[in-house]
């Protein structure tokens, strides 16, 4: 089975000039254009046509049609469009309800550094909504910035104090758990998905969607040596300019113990699988995760760390 392997797609003019059309013509004209763009994406990207029917076949238990991938992927590519709205304007062209705020409450009041999980839901840029409504807590996302380069210096440009909050997950592992490390000891949240390994990284297979499929063991294992409460946190896509952003306790803190370390790690990837399919049973568009997931060799190359951008391979 081939590897899932991200590519940035279009370039830097393609990408400059989808965020001009965006910005200047506005939301709605934008969202308009997404329907031939997820078109083109529809019919000649087969791979993903097939990795959403084998996914959509899984979690909603019935025949796919096509309608329901070229659904899969538009929606996708909504989420992706709203990240230049989400980082050029805020929350103001969207309603962003929070639940489970209380989950973060509790350890903000204290001044406790925090580990947010997500996974490929929905829009992890919705989690910046939690950032303007707790301005004193610094927020930071994991990210690698060399696997789209073009879309990354166009979001930096949008929005330079978020770019220079991220982590960047290329420097390696002893540069990110350091940086990790140092705002969650000056009480800040560290962001990041777990849901997508790289070529090479250490997975537990575990139960998803009723067979086996590999999960990055690594952010766990960062939990581990951080000894900071972990938070999971979904950034759910409603539809028109409707998110949710849910937060929900998942850990006072992660030890595994070096005896038991295989079966630690397994009980807790597991457990996160686990959550990661109660929500995508609740919102089975949402999930965007467009290569064959149940691989025996394992995902590609893209770190467990926020959303990418737009790029041939995950549309």
Known sequence: MSHWKQREGGGRFAIWL???????????????????????FFLRRADERAASRAYLSRVLNRPITHYDVFRHIHMFAATLLDRLFFLAHGERDFVVDVEGLDALDRWVAKGQGLLLVGSHQGSFEALRAVGARRPDVRLRVVLDKQKTPALTAVLEALAPDVGAAVIDASRGGASVALAMAETAEQGGMVALLADRGHRNEATCRVPFLGQPAPFPAGPWLLASALKIPVVLCMGIYLGGNRYRLIFEAFSDGIDIPRAERAAALESLVARYAARVEHYARLYPFNWFNFYDFWQE???ADEPAAAAQLPSHSDA
């Open 18 to 40: 989808i965020r001009t059309i965006a910005l200047r013509l506005g939301r709605g004209m934008a969202r308009v254009l997404l329907y031939p763009i997820a078109l083109y």
């Open 297 to 299: 060799t394992g995902p």
